[in-house]
């Protein structure tokens, strides 16, 4: 969570692995959200934060559609206030209460005598501000278990939560934590409301929790996050609906003196849109860095000329069908990058529009053609659109029984491609879970029929120009995810040999057509 305090943040990171502009949670498989794979249907993703800063409108405009916040002991600056939670709910953002003193961490020190009675005391406080904070008080609190807590403190832990449940109710009583946490206080009734962290919980999910902490180190609007999914449509929020556009947007990327490539050519053609007399050669040199260092002492931000999520935010401008100039030229370059071929000719014309509605589709915003922030952030956050370091793939995501999509389409077509007898229906069942076993069994693997990391690495088979299959395939289906719209018959044509070309190019691969395992790990994790 980003409540704890920064000691205690650093030690959760080391679990992660961050992977270029936006991080990434390795510790089971779960990157963007397009990949990010339920047990069972979700009603949208959140954040929560500590940064009492950071606006509703910015998180509101990010794509989230709810927010868990804080509640501790007085004062604290990073509690949440009746002025925040009124905004929160302004903007239509559903709000999750969460107490959190330590997180229980002083119980590393030793356990306290009476659990019950400090149960009781932070739900006491807990309630009151919540309440002064505009929640029903029909609504749930999540109290927080912030670290890998050991089976010999189970006892004070259910004693614990005894102490709250004896102030708001059993029915109100939740608690965050890993999973082994989440486990034991469900099955022995102690809370019926569960958020359930990645971090401690060795890639397991408890299907009762209904939320998850999926990833951690996020930004929004420059202020760092952590990145929560809904597993249920009644995850315990108040004030707004909470529901979101269930699109989790990539970070802006940091693009800085000495880069190349199409986003740095698009970055130009915004700072001229403002003013600068630059030209946009998709170079990153001395004129480019003197005139990101003026824009951003115009505008009030840190003048360092890296072109990053706070500089990105002030240079977009919403264009949409009729907008001309240079700021066209910047979206019909971004656009260029998913190979819809445009030319940059600073006319929002009908070409451009139906690029821009068929790529708000293909990621699964609002098509309605206008280029506006989250499309803005969609096109450049996507991807690798300036080079000067390396690409790094995204985490192969966690697909297990009980998914549905894509991703399960395509690992049901590798596991037929490598002998299964198995429909592929995008329905992960009882004879996907065998089939996986199988493979991991006959392949020295972990048997646990999850398609993870491992088995993922396994699966994939190397396709290119004139390969026929089921791999192909499963190369179709994911390419469909990003709108190439190709037939899947198992036959690697020049149609799907020109949609690889495409997508590797839009996300700093090498440019060959063949989908090997970096072409198949940035599909699947993506």
């Given at each position: 969570?980003?409540?704890?305090?920064?000691?205690?943040?650093?030690?959760?990171?080391?679990?992660?692995?961050?992977?270029?502009?936006?991080?990434?949670?390795?510790?089971?498989?779960?990157?963007?959200?397009?990949?990010?794979?339920?047990?069972?249907?979700?009603?949208?993703?959140?954040?929560?934060?500590?940064?009492?800063?950071?606006?509703?409108?910015?998180?509101?405009?990010?794509?989230?559609?709810?927010?868990?916040?804080?509640?501790?002991?007085?004062?604290?600056?990073?509690?949440?206030?009746?002025?925040?939670?009124?905004?929160?709910?302004?903007?239509?953002?559903?709000?999750?209460?969460?107490?959190?003193?330590?997180?229980?961490?002083?119980?590393?020190?030793?356990?306290?005598?009476?659990?019950?009675?400090?149960?009781?005391?932070?739900?006491?406080?807990?309630?009151?501000?919540?309440?002064?904070?505009?929640?029903?008080?029909?609504?749930?609190?999540?109290?927080?278990?912030?670290?890998?807590?050991?089976?010999?403190?189970?006892?004070?832990?259910?004693?614990?939560?005894?102490?709250?449940?004896?102030?708001?109710?059993?029915?109100?009583?939740?608690?965050?934590?890993?999973?082994?946490?989440?486990?034991?206080?469900?099955?022995?009734?102690?809370?019926?409301?569960?958020?359930?962290?990645?971090?401690?919980?060795?890639?397991?999910?408890?299907?009762?929790?209904?939320?998850?902490?999926?990833?951690?180190?996020?930004?929004?609007?420059?202020?760092?996050?952590?990145?929560?999914?809904?597993?249920?449509?009644?995850?315990?929020?108040?004030?707004?609906?909470?529901?979101?556009t269930g699109v989790i947007l990539p970070s802006w990327p940091n693009i800085t003196d000495g880069m190349t490539g199409p986003s740095v050519q698009a970055a130009q053609y915004l700072l001229r849109y403002h003013g600068a007399s630059i030209t946009a050669d998709g170079q990153f040199g001395p004129a480019t860095l003197a005139a990101a260092k003026s824009f951003q002492s115009a505008h009030g931000l840190g003048v360092d000329g890296q072109i990053g999520p706070q500089t990105w935010s002030a240079l977009i401008v919403q264009v949409q069908q009729g907008s001309s100039g240079d700021a066209v030229r910047a979206a019909q370059v971004e656009l260029n990058r998913f190979g819809y071929g445009l030319t940059v000719d600073g006319s929002f014309g009908s070409g451009t529009n139906s690029a821009a509605r068929a790529f708000q589709s293909a990621h699964g915003l609002s098509a309605d053609g206008q280029v506006g922030p989250q499309t803005w952030q969609m096109l450049v956050g996507t991807g690798n659109g300036a080079s000067?370091?390396?690409?790094?793939?995204?985490?192969?995501?966690?697909?297990?029984?009980?998914?549905?999509?894509?991703?399960?389409?395509?690992?049901?077509?590798?596991?037929?491609?490598?002998?299964?007898?198995?429909?592929?229906?995008?329905?992960?069942?009882?004879?996907?879970?065998?089939?996986?076993?199988?493979?991991?069994?006959?392949?020295?693997?972990?048997?646990?029929?999850?398609?993870?990391?491992?088995?993922?690495?396994?699966?994939?088979?190397?396709?290119?120009?004139?390969?026929?299959?089921?791999?192909?395939?499963?190369?179709?289906?994911?390419?469909?995810?990003?709108?190439?719209?190709?037939?899947?018959?198992?036959?690697?044509?020049?149609?799907?040999?020109?949609?690889?070309?495409?997508?590797?190019?839009?996300?700093?691969?090498?440019?060959?057509?063949?989908?090997?395992?970096?072409?198949?790990?940035?599909?699947?994790?993506?």
């Open positions: 969570m980003s409540m704890f305090d920064p000691g205690h943040r650093l030690s959760r990171r080391r679990l992660l692995t961050l992977a270029g502009g936006a991080a990434v949670a390795t510790a089971t498989g779960i990157g963007f959200a397009q990949s990010a794979s339920a047990a069972s249907a979700t009603s949208g993703y959140g954040i929560d934060y500590s940064d009492a800063s950071l606006t509703a409108s910015s998180v509101a405009a990010a794509g989230y559609g709810f927010v868990c916040r804080y509640l501790s002991w007085l004062p604290n600056s990073k509690v949440l206030t009746l002025s925040e939670a009124e905004a929160l709910t302004a903007a239509n953002l559903g709000i999750v209460s969460n107490w959190e003193s330590d997180g229980l961490q002083s119980w590393q020190s030793g356990v306290p005598s009476d659990p019950h009675s400090q149960g009781a005391g932070h739900a006491t406080e807990a309630n009151r501000q919540a309440l002064a904070n505009g929640m029903p008080s029909s609504r749930p609190i999540y109290f927080s278990v912030d670290f890998d807590l050991q089976p010999s403190m189970y006892s004070a832990l259910n004693s614990y939560f005894d102490g709250v449940a004896s102030v708001i109710g059993r029915s109100r009583t939740g608690a965050y934590g890993g999973y082994h946490v989440i486990k034991e206080l469900f099955d022995n009734g102690k809370i019926t409301w569960g958020w359930q962290t990645y971090a401690w919980s060795g890639g397991n999910w408890d299907s009762r929790a209904q939320l998850r902490q999926v990833q951690n180190g996020i930004t929004v609007a420059g202020k760092d996050a952590d990145l929560d999914q809904a597993m249920a449509a009644d995850f315990g929020q108040w004030g707004g609906k909470g529901g979101g000067g370091g390396g690409t790094v793939a995204p985490p192969w995501p966690n697909v297990i029984e009980g998914d549905t999509g894509n991703n399960v389409l395509a690992a049901q077509y590798l596991l037929r491609d490598h002998g299964a007898s198995i429909t592929a229906d995008s329905q992960f069942g009882p004879a996907t879970l065998a089939a996986t076993k199988s493979f991991q069994s006959a392949h020295g693997l972990g048997v646990d029929g999850q398609i993870g990391p491992q088995t993922w690495s396994a699966l994939i088979v190397q396709v290119q120009q004139g390969s026929s299959g089921d791999a192909v395939r499963a190369a179709q289906v994911e390419l469909n995810k990003f709108g190439y719209g190709l037939t899947v018959d198992g036959s690697f044509g020049s149609g799907t040999n020109s949609a690889a070309r495409a997508f590797q190019s839009a996300h700093g691969l090498s440019v060959d057509g063949q989908v090997g395992p970096k072409t198949w790990q940035m599909l699947v994790g993506s």
